[in-house]
């Protein structure tokens, strides 16, 4: 079996980038993806996430993708698995180019703060 592996350094706290991860709304702000339905399958409140793929293409199909939060200083290291894949493909080359992007985008959002007072003079 085949995996992609990635980590990333984010300014926030283990629990902020949790709730990114398992909130209603958290993964609408910084992965979307109307192709692929994942479920939470395993959660440690401020540690682990991982989701399993129900739906989406067949390759993802049955995957297994983990987001472990290790807290590093004043940061936290997102260590990304999805793992599960039949094979290496070039598929799968380009969907660790994605979750390198998904990632960035998680970074983004839990660094940039949400306006406090949104109300005009």
Same mark, same amino acid.
């Given at each position: 079996?085949?995996?992609?592996?990635?980590?990333?350094?984010?300014?926030?706290?283990?629990?902020?980038?949790?709730?990114?991860?398992?909130?209603?709304?958290?993964?609408?702000?910084?992965?979307?993806?109307?192709?692929?339905?994942?479920?939470?399958?395993?959660?440690?409140? =401020?540690?682990?996430?991982?989701?399993?793929?129900?739906?989406?293409?067949?390759?993802?199909?049955?995957?297994?993708?983990?987001?472990?939060?290790?807290?590093?200083?004043?940061?936290?290291?997102?260590?990304?698995?999805?793992? =599960?894949?039949?094979?290496?493909?070039?598929?799968?080359?380009?969907?660790?180019?994605?979750?390198?992007?998904?990632?960035?985008?998680?970074?983004?959002?839990?660094?940039?703060?949400?306006?406090?007072?949104?109300?005009?003079?």
């Amino acid at each position: 079996m085949s995996e992609i592996l990635h980590a990333v350094e984010m300014r926030a706290s283990p629990a902020e980038i949790f709730r990114a991860l398992t909130s209603d709304t958290g993964p609408d702000a910084w992965w979307s993806s109307d192709a692929v339905k994942m479920r939470v399958v395993h959660h440690e409140d =401020g540690a682990r996430v991982s989701w399993r793929c129900t739906d989406g293409p067949p390759d993802w199909i049955g995957t297994e993708i983990a987001f472990d939060l290790a807290p590093s200083g004043h940061e936290t290291v997102v260590h990304l698995a999805h793992r =599960g894949w039949r094979g290496p493909s070039i598929f799968l080359a380009r969907c660790a180019t994605k979750w390198a992007r998904f990632l960035l985008a998680l970074k983004r959002f839990v660094e940039t703060p949400e306006p406090t007072d949104l109300h005009v003079p």
